[in-house]
T-cell receptor, first 115, second 113 residues
Framework: DAGVIQSPRHEVTEMGQEVTLRCKPI?????LFWYRQTMMRGLELLIY????????DSGMPEDRFSAKMPNASFSTLKIQPSEPRDSAVYFC?????????????FGPGTRLTVT | AQSVAQPEDQVNVAEGNPLTVKCTYS??????LFWYVQYPNRGLQFLLK??????LVKGSYGFEAEFNKSQTSFHLKKPSALVSDSALYFC???????????FGSGTRLQVQP
């Protein structure tokens, strides 16, 4: 398996622009998670999905952030409009719901820089 | 609410020496605990987990972790460190009531040749 795939790996954009981050989970996994990593705040859970349905979006910082999962193999995290404080590494992770399989498998991340 | 504490920002150890990266947790109910490693410009990689059973858990790359319920700790260990073990290590605990993980702040491990 190719693992969790994220694109782009790097994104540089100007304040006010729309940014879309993409994620393909591991085939067969039914949970998908979006995280943000910064030096100041560490690793924060933004939102997670089960079977394409958003379960908990309490970590989404503002209405400028939105996430979708239109099917089992694709999810997007959108920031509109972007701000410099959104600069971070964004990770997608997936997991399997089988009993005991609680570990999550992470993608390589998207490094977002907003100038 | 659950929480994880990694009291050391950085751990330095000489190659060949044993290493320990500390983690303590707070959770209601039975703890489900995890260790992840992050190499530069990479995502987090799963190392090992404790769900139930033996207090000594063995994982990838020769790492192991010891679960101690009375001390609410889950320290990561390796008998002989390698330079290639230098990375950022995260302890995590499963959230109560939802299928998510709460991560610690991370500990940077530096193994000197």
């Amino acid at each position: 398996d190719a693992g969790v795939i994220q694109s782009p790996r790097h994104e540089v954009t100007e304040m006010g622009q729309e940014v879309t981050l993409r994620c393909k989970p591991i085939s067969g996994h039914d949970y998908l998670f979006w995280y943000r990593q910064t030096m100041m705040r560490g690793l924060e859970l933004l939102i997670y999905f089960n079977n394409n349905v958003p379960i908990d979006d309490s970590g989404m910082p503002e209405d400028r952030f939105s996430a979708k999962m239109p099917n089992a193999s694709f999810s997007t995290l959108k920031i509109q409009p972007s701000e410099p404080r959104d600069s971070a590494v964004y990770f997608c992770a997936s997991s399997l719901a089988n009993l005991g399989e609680y570990e999550q498998y992470f993608g390589p991340g998207t490094r977002l820089t907003v100038t | 609410a659950q929480s994880v504490a990694q009291p050391e920002d950085q751990v330095n150890v000489a190659e060949g020496n044993p290493l320990t990266v500390k983690c303590t947790y707070s959770v209601s109910g039975n703890p489900y605990l995890f260790w992840y490693v992050q190499y530069p410009n990479r995502g987090l990689q799963f190392l090992l987990k404790y769900i139930t059973g033996d207090n000594l858990v063995k994982g990838s790359y020769g790492f192991e972790a010891e679960f101690n319920k009375s001390q609410t700790s889950f320290h990561l260990k390796k008998p002989s460190a390698l330079v290639s073990d230098s990375a950022l290590y995260f302890c995590a605990v499963r959230d109560t009531g939802r299928r998510a993980l709460t991560f610690g702040s991370g500990t940077r491990l530096q193994v000197q040749p």
